[in-house]
Every structure is written in structure tokens, then in C-alpha cells.
């Protein structure tokens, strides 16, 4: 018998407590959501911001471009940044559900625990693409399962919930993707340059994009931002902000009853056709029936 079965049951069990709908529950602990489905999903595009990712039952995939990431009772999924990614629910039953959770990551935090430790040197590794998984440790369930507990305790969540996320955040600048989350943590790093940038691409989509001035507005060349860029996300920059787009149009048809005209406009087309060609390119229909799919959906 493995010697963390225990610990995670124990965990899963904490979990099908209170995730008791399906999709998100919020917990009152900030940055932490909760999950169940009881059945696999269809694949959908969504953004995965800067996140630790567990199943304690079932698995969930993730796919940034053509590369699959695979996270289960074994196995976490970590992003230190905003990336656009296909997601899909891959084991789940009514009988046996989908449970996981969802932690916000804080480079902030990230950051002051790397100036304010003594960490051992992070092994070096190559450069790559800014998801990742990696194995549960026995020292991660037992810090996530006393922050679950902080939910019976609800006066001791302002005091000890930070602590204990810092905590698991120390966990993770010392595990085996150290070196990598060190690098996007660290003020200045090509990596930390990096996610700033992908910050401002999130909050400005719908303007122009030169790709001479986001470079200049992180500090780094025009050659090696695309370079940085495409390495950490799988996408170059157009490639993203068009991404952010499609997926903020799909949003507003979708959730505000906008047209497909004025949906193009208001994330930053000026031609509608181009906009129904690279909506139907990512998505699979044009976007008047992929919205009508989509409430269909819903409505079942």
C-alpha cells in the first residue's frame, strides 16, 4: 500500500464534502476554488492563469498547443502565467466523480519568499514551456489538507491561510520544477520580463500590437522577446493576443447577447470576415453556431 493512500483519501474525502455541485465551489479562502464533475467533458478552450493544480479523484488534461499535460491523484499541473490552453475532464462518473482544486499562484509572494530564504541552489534545466507537472509529495497533501480544514475554522482563515500558501509555495521553489519557477519569480529574468509581458497583452488585447514596443516595454530585444515568448507559451505574441480575442468575442456572444459584428469590433477586429475565418478556424464552426451549440449546451 502506497504511504500516501491515506493522506489522500483522507483529502478526497474533505473535498466531496464540500464540492458538492458540480463545477467551482468557492471555499472562502482566497485564491482557492474547488472542483467536482460527474461525468468527462468535451475539450474547451480556457485560460489557465498562474495556478497549482491537483485531482484527488479522476484526471483532467490540459493541452497548450500540441503538448498534453496529464494531472491525477499523482500528478500536479503548475503555471506561473496566464496561458491559453484546451481542457477536458478525462475520468469522472456519477459514481466517481472529478474532484480537484484549483490554488492561485502569487508571484509576488513567489518573489519575497525567494529573497527572504536561504534556498538551496535550484539545479539547472532546460529551457521550456511554462506548464508543467510534477510529482504529489507527501509534505503538499498534508499543507493542502490543513488549509482545507481552515474551512471549519473560518475565524483562523485571515491569519493562518496565508501562511499555509506560503508554505506550499516554498514546496514548490524547492521541488523539482525549482528552477524554472525561480526564474519567472525572479525581478528582471527573461522569464519574470516575460509574464509581464503576457500581463499587459491580457488587460490590452483589443489594441494594436507592435511587437517592437512590447519588447521595449519589458526591456528586451525585439529578437529574443519573440524568442522568450514563444518558448514559455507555445505561441508567439499575434498568436496570443489573437487567442485572448476569439475567446473574449466567444464570451460576449455567448454570455451578452452580442452579434457577431460587434463582438469583432469591441475585441479589436476590423473586419468581420477575418474574424468569422480565425473564430471558425479555433473553434470549429462559424461563430453564430458554435454560440447556438454552445446554448444548447447549456440549456441541456
Given at each position: 500500500m502506497?504511504?500516501?493512500?491515506?493522506?489522500?483519501?483522507?483529502?478526497?474525502?474533505?473535498?466531496?464534502?464540500?464540492?458538492?455541485?458540480?463545477?467551482?465551489?468557492?471555499?472562502?479562502?482566497?485564491?482557492?476554488?474547488?472542483?467536482?464533475?460527474?461525468?468527462?467533458?468535451?475539450?474547451?478552450?480556457?485560460?489557465?492563469?498562474?495556478?497549482?493544480?491537483?485531482?484527488?479523484?479522476?484526471?483532467?488534461?490540459?493541452?497548450?498547443?500540441n503538448?498534453?499535460?496529464?494531472?491525477?491523484?499523482?500528478?500536479?499541473?503548475?503555471?506561473?502565467?496566464?496561458?491559453?490552453?484546451?481542457v477536458?475532464?478525462?475520468?469522472?462518473?456519477?459514481?466517481?466523480?472529478?474532484?480537484?482544486?484549483?490554488?492561485?499562484?502569487d508571484?509576488?509572494?513567489?518573489?519575497?519568499?525567494?529573497?527572504?530564504?536561504?534556498?538551496?541552489?535550484?539545479?539547472?534545466?532546460?529551457?521550456?514551456?511554462?506548464?508543467a507537472?510534477?510529482?504529489?509529495?507527501?509534505?503538499?497533501?498534508?499543507?493542502?489538507?490543513?488549509?482545507?480544514?481552515?474551512?471549519?475554522?473560518?475565524?483562523?482563515?485571515?491569519?493562518?491561510?496565508?501562511?499555509?500558501?506560503?508554505?506550499?509555495?516554498?514546496?514548490?521553489?524547492?521541488g523539482?520544477?525549482?528552477?524554472?519557477?525561480?526564474?519567472?519569480?525572479?525581478?528582471g529574468s527573461?522569464?519574470?520580463?516575460?509574464?509581464?509581458?503576457?500581463?499587459?497583452?491580457?488587460?490590452?488585447?483589443?489594441?494594436?500590437?507592435?511587437?517592437?514596443?512590447?519588447?521595449?516595454?519589458?526591456?528586451?530585444?525585439?529578437?529574443?522577446?519573440?524568442?522568450?515568448?514563444k518558448?514559455?507559451?507555445?505561441?508567439?505574441?499575434?498568436?496570443?493576443?489573437?487567442?485572448?480575442?476569439?475567446?473574449?468575442?466567444?464570451?460576449?456572444?455567448?454570455?451578452?447577447?452580442?452579434?457577431?459584428?460587434?463582438?469583432?469590433?469591441?475585441?479589436?477586429?476590423?473586419?468581420?470576415?477575418?474574424?468569422?475565418?480565425?473564430?471558425?478556424?479555433?473553434?470549429?464552426?462559424?461563430?453564430?453556431?458554435?454560440?447556438?451549440?454552445?446554448?444548447?449546451?447549456?440549456?441541456?
Amino acid at each position: 500500500m502506497d504511504h500516501m493512500d491515506g493522506p489522500r483519501d483522507t483529502l478526497r474525502k474533505s473535498i466531496a464534502k464540500i464540492a458538492l455541485n458540480e463545477d467551482r465551489t468557492e471555499c472562502g479562502i482566497e485564491g482557492l476554488h474547488l472542483y467536482r464533475k460527474n461525468k468527462p467533458t468535451e475539450p474547451h478552450s480556457g485560460i489557465y492563469p498562474p495556478c497549482i493544480c491537483l485531482a484527488v479523484q479522476g484526471a483532467k488534461r490540459a493541452v497548450l498547443e500540441n503538448i498534453e499535460y496529464v494531472y491525477d491523484i499523482q500528478h500536479y499541473l503548475i503555471t506561473p502565467v496566464n496561458l491559453p490552453t484546451i481542457v477536458q475532464v478525462v475520468e469522472a462518473s456519477p459514481e466517481v466523480p472529478y474532484l480537484g482544486f484549483v490554488l492561485d499562484l502569487d508571484l509576488r509572494v513567489l518573489s519575497e519568499l525567494l529573497l527572504d530564504s536561504d534556498l538551496p541552489q535550484a539545479q539547472a534545466q532546460k529551457s521550456g514551456h511554462a506548464m508543467a507537472t510534477g510529482k504529489v509529495t507527501h509534505e503538499l497533501i498534508n499543507a493542502f489538507q490543513r488549509l482545507i480544514d481552515l474551512m471549519d475554522k473560518p475565524k483562523d482563515i485571515p491569519i493562518l491561510a496565508p501562511m499555509i500558501k506560503r508554505e506550499i509555495f516554498y514546496r514548490m521553489l524547492t521541488g523539482e520544477h525549482c528552477a524554472h519557477l525561480r526564474h519567472m519569480a525572479t525581478a528582471g529574468s527573461q522569464g519574470n520580463r516575460i509574464a509581464r509581458a503576457i500581463d499587459w497583452l491580457r488587460d490590452n488585447f483589443a489594441e494594436p500590437l507592435r511587437i517592437d514596443d512590447l519588447a521595449a516595454r519589458v526591456n528586451m530585444s525585439t529578437s529574443t522577446f519573440h524568442h522568450h515568448f514563444k518558448t514559455l507559451t507555445a505561441m508567439s505574441p499575434l498568436q496570443y493576443q489573437k487567442w485572448l480575442r476569439l475567446n473574449e468575442a466567444r464570451r460576449l456572444m455567448l454570455n451578452e447577447e452580442r452579434d457577431a459584428t460587434t463582438a469583432a469590433l469591441e475585441v479589436g477586429y476590423e473586419s468581420p470576415s477575418q474574424f468569422s475565418r480565425e473564430y471558425s478556424r479555433l473553434f470549429g464552426n462559424s461563430p453564430l453556431r458554435d454560440v447556438k451549440l454552445l446554448r444548447q449546451t447549456v440549456s441541456v
